[in-house]
């Protein structure tokens, strides 16, 4: 491996390297100032019950790059706030259907640096309360 450092140092100056690395980094963060859509997995408590939901996002990439290294907590959110409805399948009789438009409303209230556009894929039932 030494070899092949000296050969890189005879035809590469390091000076060159050190600053195409710090090009890398400056436009990089260039680029995060723009505006972007993307999907991000929400992980969301609702009476007791954490269920992933995957939301499509739009908002400034720093924002976007601090959800999704930083997300790590989980939204509460009561099912008061939700709009809810019993399923009448066999395989979830008995447990609620959330409305993703009031889970999407909520959602956004508790983000609000960026913007919640839908909610993407199949939401989970969740268990009826016992003193609902």
Same mark, same amino acid.
């Given at each position: 491996?030494?070899? $092949?450092?000296? %050969?890189?140092?005879?035809?590469?100056?390091?000076?060159?390297? $050190? $600053?195409?690395?710090?090009?890398?980094?400056? %436009?990089?963060?260039?680029? $995060?100032?723009?505006?972007?859509?993307?999907? =991000?997995?929400?992980? @969301?408590?609702?009476?007791?019950?954490?269920?992933?939901?995957?939301?499509?996002?739009?908002? @400034?990439?720093?924002?976007?790059?601090?959800?999704?290294?930083?997300?790590?907590?989980?939204?509460?959110?009561?099912?008061?706030?939700?709009?809810?409805?019993?399923?009448?399948?066999?395989?979830?009789?008995?447990?609620?259907?959330?409305?993703?438009?009031?889970? =999407? =409303?909520?959602?956004?209230?508790?983000?609000?640096?960026?913007?919640?556009?839908?909610?993407?894929?199949?939401?989970?039932?969740?268990?009826?309360?016992?003193?609902?």
């Amino acid at each position: 491996m030494e070899p $092949l450092f000296k %050969w890189l140092r005879h035809y590469v100056s390091p000076v060159f390297m $050190l $600053l195409l690395v710090a090009s890398f980094v400056f %436009w990089y963060i260039a680029k $995060l100032n723009y505006t972007y859509t993307t999907e =991000q997995v929400m992980r @969301v408590n609702i009476g007791g019950e954490r269920i992933p939901v995957t939301c499509v996002v739009e908002g @400034v990439g720093t924002n976007l790059f601090g959800y999704r290294v930083y997300m790590d907590r989980t939204l509460r959110i009561p099912l008061s706030e939700l709009h809810v409805t019993p399923s009448y399948e066999e395989e979830s009789y008995g447990r609620l259907v959330i409305d993703p438009a009031s889970l =999407q =409303q909520a959602i956004s209230v508790r983000c609000s640096d960026i913007k919640i556009i839908s909610i993407s894929g199949v939401l989970p039932t969740i268990e009826k309360p016992e003193d609902r």
